[in-house]
């Protein structure tokens, strides 16, 4: 076997190790997730409720200069803390494109295709049932995403019942679906726009682009420039969280030395901390190997991408804490203080977007590209697979309770909205799961690759 095919074989385990971790990670975090939910749920309508309300409704103030940003503590949770889980889904997207399933044609056009098609039949469901419903049309996007921890938490009940390819194919799709829905919150859920502070937010992009291309690989001055984009793109009434997925896309990708670079230096510094064994003359270790393991310890650092690296820190804290504390604040629902009629325009408009566009659209786009040849399947799902999938698309809860906050202005549209989302996604979730395992039951386990 030659060395560049043994190359190739490495790097493409590498990318299997990796996408086991993340799916293992995001799986676990779903399960945190929905608990969060659950808990929320239960407080929100026990007799001590209001102290539930009146936690998330604390002010909070920061003062910088002469500008003041007062918020509720929920507020801070959807415009601060959510942030950073919108800097994890750029950085991402990020990695997707550059070397992931979006990184070709080939590989990006049957998860784009899917997830075009469950974002475009959801809005047409949505706007079907609401297009005579004013001020209620603006939650379009509300069943248009779906939740990657979700998901992953309802596969990890499957076990191997199915392919690592259904699970790439899931997350890819749902990254393009988180891309979609940063493009509608950044052009149709914003307030009155700011032009100075948009400038200033505009001019601290620019940097950040010129750090990269001028080659600055430490993460501090980008991260440093995150918070100041941040605090401009709070003012500036275009959604602040969209400065995490600016900042994700400067993060430079290129670590600052190649492999061969690294291995170099490894062998080096191992060679200098075994000719330092001749003169050690305790247990501990002599100045020039303690030098050596230090040049180890910074070409491990220097040999990562730094977008990798970042990710893979910021990851658990976006998924364990992040994501569940914004659902505890957004899932209380009190459901018998819903004035309205549960079944109306915005509830029906949610729950047939999540549990018919979902799969209709996931299903259908994807068929319709596969007989007009302008995709390719993955060899190792089957059309019963794609199926489960479409299915679990319609598990939408991060960001469809995201968007509900900022499409509605009716507390009681916004708790009822919200109330479907979580029927709708545990729904599609039981029926998704129940499924694919149904026609998995005759395998021990999938091993397939893609």
Aim: charged share 15%.
């Amino acid at each position: 076997m030659e060395e560049n095919d043994i190359s190739k074989i490495q790097t493409k385990a590498q990318f299997f190790v990796v996408i086991n971790n993340f799916l293992a990670k995001e799986a676990y975090s779903g399960i945190i997730l929905f608990s969060a939910a659950i808990i929320a749920i239960i407080w929100a309508n026990t007799p001590w409720s209001a102290t539930y309300f009146n936690f998330w409704h604390t002010p909070v103030g920061l003062e910088i200069g002469s500008h003041i940003i007062d918020m509720e503590l929920h507020q801070w949770i959807t415009d601060g803390l959510m942030a950073i889980f919108f800097f994890v889904i750029g950085l991402e997207i990020k990695r997707e494109l550059v070397v992931g399933e979006l990184s070709s044609k080939r590989k990006a056009a049957f998860p784009i295709m899917a997830a075009i098609g469950g974002m475009v039949v959801p809005f047409l469901f949505y706007i079907s049932v609401n297009l005579q419903s004013d001020g209620k049309i603006s939650g379009f996007g509300v069943p248009m995403a779906t939740d990657i921890a979700f998901v992953l938490g309802f596969i990890l009940i499957l076990g191997r019942r199915v392919p690592l390819s259904l699970k790439v194919f899931i997350v890819t799709l749902a990254v393009v679906d988180d891309l979609g829905a940063v493009i509608l919150i950044a052009s149709f859920y914003t307030e009155s726009l700011n032009l100075f502070f948009i400038g200033f937010a505009a001019l601290i992009l620019a940097v950040l682009m010129l750090l990269n291309r001028i080659g600055i690989k430490e993460l501090m001055p980008y991260l440093l420039l995150g918070v100041a984009l941040w605090f401009f793109m709070e003012g500036s009434g275009i959604h602040a969280t969209i400065a995490g997925v600016l900042l994700a896309f400067s993060i430079p990708v290129y670590s600052k030395i190649s492999t061969k670079q690294f291995i170099k230096i490894c062998s080096f510094a191992v060679n200098e901390v075994k000719k330092g064994e001749s003169e050690r003359k305790n247990i501990l270790l002599t100045p020039e190997q303690q030098d050596s393991l230090e040049y180890i310890s910074d070409s491990y650092d220097a040999v990562q991408s730094p977008l990798v690296r970042l990710e893979h820190r910021l990851l658990p804290f976006s998924s364990f804490i992040v994501m569940p504390v914004f659902a505890l604040a957004n899932a209380g629902i009190q459901i018998s203080d819903i004035s309205q009629p549960i079944f109306q325009p915005v509830s029906l408009g949610i729950l047939l977007g999540l549990v018919l566009g979902k799969p209709i659209g996931i299903i259908g786009a994807t068929y319709l590209g596969y007989k007009l040849k302008w995709v390719k399947k993955p060899s190792s799902c089957t059309w019963k697979h794609i199926i489960g999938a479409g299915i679990l698309g319609g598990v939408g809860f991060t960001m469809s309770m995201f968007i509900s906050n900022l499409a509605f202005d009716n507390p009681d549209t916004i708790a009822l909205a919200k109330l479907f989302i979580v029927c709708s996604s545990l729904l599609m979730g039981v029926v998704g799961v129940t499924y694919l395992w149904y026609i998995s039951r005759n395998y021990k386990t999938c091993d397939e690759v893609v």
